[in-house]
């Protein structure tokens, strides 16, 4: 379960909308890794940095946690949802 660095662009617009659909679900990060079964919310914090995205198994299980397509996370909604 090693994230991969992302490219800069792509890896802001999945934090932001990771960020989000976290705070609007009322999840802290380290809630978040729980659900996941991550346990260490310094992997949610890297993520919504935009530092690294995760994995496929951790995209999916973000996805389902969070009631989420994974599409959503990449698409430029961030600041329509955040308003």
Same mark, same amino acid.
């Given at each position: 379960?090693?994230?991969?660095?992302?490219?800069?662009?792509?890896?802001?617009?999945?934090?932001?909308?990771?960020?989000?659909?976290?705070?609007?679900?009322?999840?802290?990060q380290?809630? *978040? @890794?729980?659900?996941?079964? #991550?346990?260490? /919310?310094?992997?949610? !914090?890297?993520? &919504?940095?935009?530092?690294?995205r995760?994995?496929?198994?951790?995209?999916e299980? *973000? @996805?389902?946690?969070?009631? #989420?397509?994974? /599409?959503?996370?990449? !698409?430029?909604? &961030?600041?329509?949802?955040?308003?």
């Amino acid at each position: 379960m090693t994230a991969r660095k992302a490219s800069n662009g792509l890896a802001a617009t999945f934090g932001a909308n990771l960020r989000t659909a976290r705070l609007s679900a009322g999840m802290t990060q380290r809630e *978040l @890794a729980i659900a996941i079964g #991550r346990g260490d /919310a310094m992997s949610v !914090s890297r993520w &919504e940095r935009g530092e690294h995205r995760p994995d496929v198994e951790n995209m999916e299980a *973000l @996805a389902r946690v969070l009631k #989420r397509d994974v /599409a959503w996370f990449y !698409s430029g909604h &961030e600041m329509r949802d955040a308003a």
